[in-house]
């Protein structure tokens, strides 16, 4: 089944505290992104990348890192994350041949405390 | 830019047929996409206008005029579940990558 995996789903963390949240996808897409959705400011893109170490900022990069080492791979670092940092955040891959069509992971919401 | 404009919120009945517009700033445009979310799910894609005209797909369909700069989504037949977030959403300039609008809320009440 072709799909956009990410990981947790769920998690609580504290201030400062570096974290990582995994987003893998068995579709062989070249392209990927992680947003975040803010209720009142829709999905905001963070980082995207274009292929393996090939990444270029969205419009909200900063406390974010980003590394495409493997084409199935898009992991999203928070090396010191901040409460407003608490938020849902999608990964989402596509295909340069499927046009606009994204598939997207089933979400990560994060709190930071 | 390469803002898009949505509104926030539209609510219609059952069996209603209802338009969602979305404006978007014309530099570096390639076309224009829908996306629906229901409650905390993953955006799912709906529809891509890349040339003026209506496309249709069951009961939604999707518009696009270049010349005015909008584009709409039209649900016929609307149904309870049809209530979801909808986002338009174009390329940024590259075409490496999709920028969306902010959504909008859709309620449908029977």
């Known amino acids: 089944e072709a799909q956009v995996t990410q990981n947790p789903r769920y998690l609580i963390t504290v201030t400062g505290k570096k974290l990582t949240v995994t987003c893998s996808q068995n579709?062989?897409?070249?392209?990927m992104s992680w947003y975040r959705q803010d209720p009142g400011l829709g999905l905001r893109q963070i980082y995207y990348?274009?292929?393996?170490?090939?990444?270029d900022k969205g419009d909200v990069p900063e406390g974010y890192k980003v590394s495409r080492k493997e084409k199935r791979n898009f992991p999203l670092i928070l090396e010191s994350p901040s409460p407003n940092q608490t938020s849902l955040y999608f990964c989402?891959?596509?295909?340069?041949?499927?046009?606009?069509?994204?598939?997207f992971g089933q979400g990560t919401r994060l709190t930071v405390v | 830019g390469q803002s898009l404009e949505q509104p926030s919120e539209v609510t219609a009945v059952e069996g209603a047929i209802v338009q969602i517009n979305c404006t978007y700033q014309?530099?570096?445009?390639?076309?224009l996409s829908w996306y629906q979310q229901h409650d905390g799910g993953a955006p799912t894609f709906l529809s891509y206008?890349?040339?003026?005209g209506l496309e249709e797909t069951g009961r939604f369909s999707s518009f696009l005029s270049r010349s005015d700069s909008y584009g709409y989504l039209l649900l016929q037949e609307l149904q309870m579940k049809d209530s979801a977030s909808y986002f338009c959403?174009?390329?940024?300039?590259?075409?490496?990558?999709?920028?969306f609008g902010k959504g909008t809320t859709l309620s449908v009440s029977s």
């Open positions: 206008n890349a040339l003026d």
């Open positions: 014309t530099s570096g445009f390639y076309g």
């Open positions: 959403a174009r390329f940024n300039q590259a075409g490496t990558a999709l920028i």
């Open positions: 989402a891959s596509r295909s340069p041949d499927r046009g606009p069509e994204a598939f």
């Open positions: 990348s274009m292929n393996v170490e090939v990444t």
């Open positions: 579709m062989n897409h070249e392209y």
